[in-house]
């Protein structure tokens, strides 16, 4: 029995986090909305030039407000990849949408741009990219799309905290600032997090006002707050999307220390990549593509092997040698749910990825030895080593 | 200037909050349904008998999986009162139903069960008692409704920890055991808090299994961590309702110390009652009525003004003085958002407990100094001292 026991994932503390969450119950508001998460607006909108931010209850809820303000509706059509988290469908499922889903690059998860301008309808009201392990897609030509067909672009931009776009004029522009609108995680899986955890950006000002609202169940309480109305009242659609100060503060102390994680995860994501590049020379397994309009902000780690079964075994070696790998989505249009919607496409980039993908142990307080361990560990059950 | 500085809530710290925090985060889980969501789950199950429950990131995260779970369609209608939150009326609103708002009682906020059945149609679907205050509603009459007309009843439990109804046979049956759902809140102004959180609670074992599924996002992922299935995926519509374990570690340490709360929360509310009897004996106002069929689980303490206008000034009043009192609902059926589809009814109660009612400071931490303090300053304002 090995003694090893590397986890997928260990949340990371940066220190301040209880003491934020001692300061929020002083400050006597534990609710939403308060000087924490005021903070971490903030913190968003001078970082990465975001105009308007609200921190939500997950990724998930950002993800239901930008359904929520594009208004979908029954019959209107929705462009995503099949290979996302269930999330990025059910927020337009719940709404009524029909789901169209586009099949990934076979170089990369992300969903593949010159796929979905076939798939775009008189009913298509919007294309939701899914920015996988932060690496971005190809917006030039997303956007072009959105703009010739008069969409919605929405980003789910769950991954991608610090990531960037590279556009011609070789600028970096921030993932999540693109889209009318885009959704963030701050999941315990993320490179910064409270637990649960999101935030919806606004970057088309029509919707604004009403993200405010449906933000805040439906009323004008922040108008009423900020003194623009007399007395506040329900006034649209709505939810409590709104999180807890404690997890705002909990949040709030991370992205003070974003530098150092961003720093040790891009040294872990490196030290594997380094280390498993004879692994992809020979043929073993392949390495994740970074493409040249893409910046990596080391959300994750993936290896893809040859086969499903082979993939299975991988698993189950590290399992046996005390770590945990895990895979990742399985194609949306095969669901259970969805299959008998699905109109019947095949997308064999989106099934690979199911098959193959596997994620390796990835959080702030791995070790250069687990790092070793881990690679040793893989060389060795590819014979390699 | 007074030097005075009473606000209508401040949060109550029970002690262990952050020391659980901290846990959690040793056991290297922060996201949900880790140890302390399964401890508030016991806790709630062992204390009150309910079957099953399911913590959520807030009441109207849990009103919006009632809403799904009873597969409300476009053209369900829905009774409800009309004096409640947003929150009870929007959850339905979202799944296209159209709400019928009940009266409240002269004597309570809690929607008149006598008037209830002729709103009843064949397009009725279920029947929402806001137990306000945490005061039962009374559940005879309305679950008899309810069965006759084949109905769900769904318990909007939100204030309602540690209270009960009192049936015929003087046996107390806890509030949000009764209807074949139920939603409770852990808002920071609720007896036990976590900031933003509530709870969904199965009492109809036929919800039990899809419950588990929409609470994780549309995935039969709890199944799979039982065993019952090999590998889970998208099975359902769904969402993020399960909050972090951050919430849930907060929670659980409150609940240990329910007893002492309630003690602490009955014995201010007392304190109100008596030393405000003899305005009300007077005709100046009216305090709070508990029928034979509830219990008073010291939720909150309201007064009753004449008018609008006095209650007004009795707010302003208290202010100047250094105590912050608030009124609470206005008629959901006379909002911006509804009033045009409302059926036209006038609700006299609904409308007049919006104008009427002023809730006073109530929280664990009041001073008697405090209380005495505030129950003279209202006796000074009515010219009673």
Redesign the interface.
Known sequence: MNQKNI?F???H?TGK??HY??DA?FN?????NGKYTKLCHKFFQDRYGFKKVLLT?????AL?MCALLINTQPGDEVIMPSYT???T???F??RGAKIIFADSYNHHPNMDADKIESLITSKTKAIVVMHYAGVANDMKKIKDLVQRYNLYLIEDAAQCIDSYYIDEINKKIPLGSIGHLAAFSF???KNV?????GMLVVNDERFEKRAEIIWE???NRSAFFRGEVN?Y????????F??????AA?LYAQLEHLEQIQQKRLFIWNYYYEHLKELEEKGFIRLPYIPPYATNNAHMFYILCRSLEERAKLIEYLKTQGIQAVFHY?S?HK????KDKHDGRELPNSDMFSDNLVRLPFYFDLTNEDLGYIVDTIKIFFHAK
């Open positions: 986890t994932n260990t949340p503390l986090e209880v969450i001692y119950v006597k508001q534990l609710s939403g209850s997950s990724c998930t809820d239901e988290f269930v999330s469908a059910n927020a499922v719940l999941h315990e899986t997090i409270c637990g649960e955890g169940k439906g009323t007395k009242g329900w006034v649209d659609v709505g939810s409590s709104l999180p807890s100060e404690l997890n909990f399985l949306l669901s259970e749910f969805y």
